[in-house]
């Protein structure tokens, strides 16, 4: 079973929408993660969190909110979806500095 | 402001030969440094990594060269193999304000060629 899992894998929305992707790993991290991944952009960092009352934004925070619904669920939400946030969304935990586990990846397109 | 740059989007290699594959970085409080690799359809990987107090690190067929100096560190993958063909990222790690993160570059997608 995956340590990182992410749900939906795949979504397809319209503008205005409000949606939300849900991360839950079993590997009993503090640490949790949302990047985004944009083609000629890497990987920017979203939200993260360093236990289930600390949240803290990321560089691009705009436009995205999170929850911490315990140690092991973290939840990104689009409250109202735009195009240009159309890209791949990764969770990722991490129990230390440095090294951090990628989920597989949610593909969200906003038409 | 891409503190992280990875200034080539492709490389392309023949198998059995070395794969160079390049970041320079701009922030000299960065304190250890990451190669992730990753495949399509699925997350980043964690491949190899470097203490900033060190200067070169080896795994297998995997070593990453750190230049301080110069800012500047390099994945070597020797023999490139068919398997090896990904999108790599470099990250840095440095403690922030508001605790540690990993910045990342753009990535270089690598193809190793029969």
């Known amino acids: 079973d995956a340590d990182v899992t992410q749900t939906p894998r795949n979504r397809i929305t319209k503008t205005g929408k409000r949606i939300m992707l849900e991360c839950s790993q079993t590997k009993g991290h503090d640490r949790m993660y949302w990047y985004r991944q944009d083609p000629g952009l890497g990987l920017r960092l979203i939200y993260y969190?360093?236990?289930?009352?600390?949240?803290n934004k990321g560089e691009i925070s705009d436009g995205y909110s999170v929850s911490r619904q315990a140690q092991a669920k973290f939840s990104l939400s689009l409250e109202s979806a735009i195009p240009n946030q159309t890209a791949l969304y990764f969770c990722a935990t991490s129990d230390r500095p440095g090294q951090i586990f990628f989920g597989p990846g949610t593909r969200l397109t906003v038409l | 402001d891409q503190q992280v740059k990875q200034n080539s989007p492709s490389l392309s290699v023949q198998e059995g030969r070395i794969s160079i594959l390049n970041c320079d970085y701009t922030n000299s409080m960065f304190d250890y440094f990451l190669w992730y690799k990753k495949y399509p359809a699925e997350g980043p990987t964690f491949l190899i990594s470097i203490s900033s107090i060190k200067d070169k690190n080896e795994d297998g067929r995997f070593t990453v060269f750190l230049n301080k100096s110069a800012k500047h560190l390099s994945l070597h993958i020797v023999p490139s193999q068919p398997g090896d063909s990904a999108v790599y990222f470099c990250?840095?790690?440095?403690?922030?304000?508001?605790?540690?993160?990993?910045?990342f570059g753009t990535g270089t997608q690598l193809k190793v060629e029969l």
């Open positions: 969190s360093f236990d289930v009352k600390d949240i």
């Open positions: 990250a840095a790690h440095a403690f922030t304000g508001g605790g540690n993160k990993l910045t």
